[in-house]
């Protein structure tokens, strides 16, 4: 019986409730000056609280995204199969090393993404109106970003069908099957383009106000949202392609055998730093003037 799973329930037990304090702190004067000043606007009262509920409940729905990715698979393997693993690691002297960083990765993404859809917007009562001027992702996130995003999809679905092509030693790995390698590879494709998709939907979802002072905050809002979305999608695909690099260096190739052990670290390590980084970066939305020249108006 591996004792790593015990020392990981360890450092755990030690790490989550400092995890967990630091998602609930409370939002102060000085992090709401920051934030605004990093986005460029300028906060109202009323602005103010909508930012605020934001960036504690964002900050709370992450942590506990990530914490659920990484235990709940913990947890139905022990339902299912009464076996105790955490992160991978069995008691028994199994490994899946990436099953960790994948789950906390999931994890992340869906909790950035429901602190965006769920958050209270406050209405215009006086006007009932909403902003109309048009929103594109490319106001709200990093050209570069969104390349990243396509160029790492369209590796990882390369990655897993080479990884049908090399061969491999019997002894000491089983050679993957094609069905297996295809399904893989659409489900990544799959989620390389809905990735893109869901960011375009926040970014063009209504906003129920026309105030400029509430409008600015909720493009804020937006754009730091959809970087949560792409830091975290950004280090799926960055695992993932670890993981590809892995199953190369696995092969009977002597020659990946010898470097693939490189890339894969590289990109794991940029895995966690995308989904650290990206999503808290400051982004100055850029958006088209209502009642321009072309422009609807509100």
């Not at 329930?9 to 920051?34: F, G, H, I, Q």
Request: glycine share 8%; aromatic share 8%.
């Amino acid at each position: 019986m591996s004792d790593f799973p015990l020392v990981i329930a360890l450092v755990l037990a030690l790490s989550v409730p400092v995890v967990l304090a630091r998602a609930y702190a409370k939002v102060n004067d000085k992090l709401l000056a920051e934030w605004a000043q990093t986005h460029g606007v300028e906060l109202t009262p009323e602005s103010r609280r909508m930012v605020a509920r934001y960036l504690r409940r964002s900050r709370v729905l992450r942590t506990w995204g990530a914490l659920a990715g990484l235990f709940l698979p913990s947890l139905v393997e022990l339902a299912l199969n009464g076996r105790v693993q955490l992160l991978g690691f069995g008691t028994d002297g199994s490994a899946a090393p990436y099953a960790g960083p994948i789950g906390a990765f999931v994890g992340y993404l869906v909790g950035s993404l429901y602190a965006e859809v769920s958050l209270a917007r406050p209405v215009d009562q006086v006007r009932r109106s909403a902003s109309l001027v048009p929103r594109e992702l490319a106001d709200y996130l990093p050209a570069r970003l969104l390349r990243a995003q396509r160029a790492l999809g369209i590796a990882a679905v390369l990655g897993v069908l080479v990884l049908g092509l090399v061969p491999y030693d019997a002894r000491e790995a089983a050679e993957p099957e094609w069905l297996s390698l295809l399904t893989g590879a659409a489900v990544v494709a799959a989620f390389a383009v809905g990735l893109e998709a869901l960011e375009r939907w926040l970014v063009r979802r209504p906003q129920p106000f026309t105030s400029p002072s509430l409008v600015a905050a909720d493009d804020a809002i937006r754009a730091q949202s959809v970087h949560s979305l792409a830091g975290s999608g950004l280090a799926l695909l960055l695992v993932l392609c670890s993981g590809i690099c892995v199953g190369l260096a696995a092969s009977d190739v002597d020659v990946l055998r010898w470097t693939m052990w490189a890339p894969a670290l590289v990109a794991l390590f940029l895995s966690i730093r995308a989904c650290l980084e990206i999503g808290h970066r400051g982004w100055r939305v850029r958006r088209p003037i209502a009642g321009a020249p072309g422009m609807p108006s509100t």
